[in-house]
């Protein structure tokens, strides 16, 4: 099993920065791609960003140009550096990582997640 925990949420005024971080513990050999996902209130969740264990990425396209993900493979953790804070950023943000069997966005383990709130 793996387990995910992040950190780094919080209150932040529009315009500002936060980095998210995310620890993965367990059976980490298990995991590929990692990344995050964000839910609004009354919003579907969306994805934000994953990288692969080889670090290429991919973003959505309302996060382009201000948010950046990065991995440190040998800290088990994943990084998500958000600028230019927007007051539609705010929602609560996942963690997320993928089987080692599996390519794509990462799903099978969830982190519970850390808020975010971007102040106008």
């Known amino acids: 099993q793996v387990q995910l925990v992040e950190s780094g949420g919080g209150l932040v005024q529009a315009g500002g920065s936060l980095r998210l971080s995310c620890a993965a513990s367990g059976s980490i050999f298990n995991i590929n791609n990692m990344g995050w996902y964000r839910q609004g209130s009354g919003k579907q969740r969306e994805l934000v960003a994953f990288i692969t264990r080889g670090g290429n990425t991919n973003y959505a396209d309302s996060v382009k140009g201000r948010f950046t993900i990065s991995r440190d493979n040998a800290k088990n953790t994943v990084y998500l550096q958000m600028n230019s804070l927007k007051p539609e950023d705010t929602a609560v943000y996942c963690c997320?990582?993928?089987?080692?069997?599996?390519?794509?966005?990462?799903?099978?383990?969830w982190g519970p997640g850390t808020q975010v709130t971007v102040s106008s």
């Open positions: 997320a990582a993928g089987s080692r069997w599996r390519d794509g966005p990462p799903r099978d383990y």
